[in-house]
């Protein structure tokens, strides 16, 4: 396999992040905390990881980005931005959850648990890989007995459960890069928004406008 160069990012949760693998392996990484202001920030944060790196845009061989679950407009924020990009270079661009990328590189039985609010977890555990599933806190994958368990749950499922808490192996875009780069682009969905629970919003209670006859 040919090195890459892989551009990672995510807006998926209050930060906006980035990775840049480079062909000798190595990988810079950039994270910013906020809760919004994503969209405007992205590219130039880009931008800046692409000059410390001293590569173009060019450059890139494959985008990676973070699909979700977490914050929708934050996931679709990475997502068009993605799809853009890739259309723009001629480049593949690769859809990665939060739940891969902090499995990626355990061997080992492992439980994702996200923290989903209001007494609710995103779960998927891996190695097998099972379906991610939105459930209540504590509820374990059917199949899911014993091994260890990572993500922002952890400690919790850890002490819930007799499972073996880790911490992740790598920063999350890191990881989104290095797994769209093992990974082939002929196996791989193109960028997609992955959301486990319905949006916050609800359809406004005010009446529609009337249209008045001229």
Same mark, same amino acid.
Not at 5 to 22: G, Q
Not at 44 to 54: K, N, S, Y
């Given at each position: 396999?040919?090195p890459?160069t892989?551009?990672a @990012?995510d807006t998926s949760?209050a930060?906006?992040a980035?990775? /840049?693998?480079? &062909?000798?392996?190595?990988c810079l990484?950039?994270v910013?905390?906020?809760?919004?202001?994503?969209?405007?920030?992205?590219?130039?944060l +880009?931008?800046e990881l692409?000059?410390r790196?001293?590569?173009?845009?060019s450059?890139l061989?494959r +985008?990676?980005?973070?699909?979700?679950p977490?914050? @929708?407009?934050?996931?679709r924020?990475?997502?068009a931005?993605a799809?853009g990009?890739?259309?723009?270079?001629? +480049?593949p661009?690769?859809?990665v959850?939060?739940?891969?990328?902090?499995?990626?590189g355990q061997?080992?039985?492992v /439980?994702v648990?996200?923290d989903?609010?209001?007494g609710?977890a995103y /779960?998927q555990a @891996?190695n &097998?890989?099972?379906?991610? +599933?939105?459930?209540?806190v504590g509820h374990?994958?059917?199949? @899911?007995q014993?091994?260890s368990v990572?993500?922002? /749950?952890a400690d919790?499922?850890?002490?819930s %459960?007799?499972l %073996?808490?880790?911490? &992740?192996?790598?920063?999350?875009?890191?990881a989104?890069?290095r797994?769209?780069?093992?990974?082939?682009?002929?196996? %791989?969905?193109?960028?997609?928004?992955f959301?486990?629970?319905?949006?916050d919003a609800?359809p406004?209670?005010?009446p529609?406008?009337?249209i008045?006859?001229?």
């Amino acid at each position: 396999m040919r090195p890459e160069t892989v551009l990672a @990012f995510d807006t998926s949760a209050a930060h906006c992040a980035a990775a /840049l693998l480079l &062909p000798d392996g190595s990988c810079l990484v950039q994270v910013e905390d906020m809760a919004k202001g994503q969209a405007e920030r992205l590219v130039p944060l +880009i931008e800046e990881l692409l000059h410390r790196g001293g590569a173009r845009w060019s450059d890139l061989t494959r +985008i990676a980005v973070g699909t979700g679950p977490g914050n @929708f407009t934050g996931v679709r924020i990475s997502v068009a931005t993605a799809r853009g990009l890739a259309l723009g270079l001629g +480049i593949p661009a690769m859809g990665v959850t939060s739940l891969q990328a902090l499995a990626h590189g355990q061997t080992a039985p492992v /439980l994702v648990a996200q923290d989903a609010r209001r007494g609710m977890a995103y /779960l998927q555990a @891996f190695n &097998p890989q099972s379906e991610a +599933i939105l459930a209540p806190v504590g509820h374990l994958p059917e199949g @899911f007995q014993s091994g260890s368990v990572i993500g922002e /749950l952890a400690d919790a499922y850890a002490l819930s %459960h007799g499972l %073996h808490p880790l911490a &992740p192996l790598m920063p999350l875009t890191e990881a989104m890069a290095r797994f769209a780069a093992e990974t082939s682009v002929a196996t %791989h969905r193109k960028p997609a928004p992955f959301y486990l629970r319905g949006a916050d919003a609800a359809p406004s209670s005010d009446p529609p406008p009337v249209i008045l006859d001229a």
